[in-house]
């Protein structure tokens, strides 16, 4: 199977685990979906990390802020990558409106709550199986 095969099958399995929540998605899990099918769309498949920025006040945060704050957490964490972060910073930029600002620092990184982690750490090991596997 295909690198890009493996990816949508693990971005499914993640997917799977949202839906079999009965909740209805939270605006921070909208925003994670968005932010991988990103990373999908755009082929970055080498991605080792992946570090959204919690709120405390989560109700009154918009998709579009969390998703632009988790964005410049990843960016943050992944500062080595830059080219490709660029490419996927602006193809972001165009799922927004062109007034969404957001900052983020190093006192705003916080422990995730446990269900988004739980997700995210599967993520995190569904990418490194396809960074680990060599290309069929």
């Not at 602006?90 to 995730?112: G, H």
């Amino acid at each position: 199977m295909s690198n890009l095969g493996r990816i949508l099958c693990a971005v499914l399995g993640l997917f799977h685990l949202l839906s079999a929540n009965p909740v209805p998605s939270s605006k921070l899990q909208i925003a994670i979906e968005e932010i991988i099918s990103e990373l999908v769309n755009n082929k970055i498949t080498h991605k080792k990390c992946f570090v959204p920025t919690p709120y405390d006040d989560e109700e009154e945060a918009s998709v579009e802020e969390i998703s632009c704050r988790a964005f410049k957490s990843l960016k943050h964490v992944c500062a080595s990558e830059r080219k490709n972060l660029r490419l996927l910073n602006a193809s972001l930029i165009t799922m927004f409106s062109e007034n969404v600002e957001c900052s983020i620092n190093n006192d705003e990184q916080k422990d995730l709550i446990s269900v988004i982690e739980d997700l995210l750490t599967f993520f995190r090991a569904q990418m490194r199986k396809l960074v680990m596997n060599p290309k069929h």
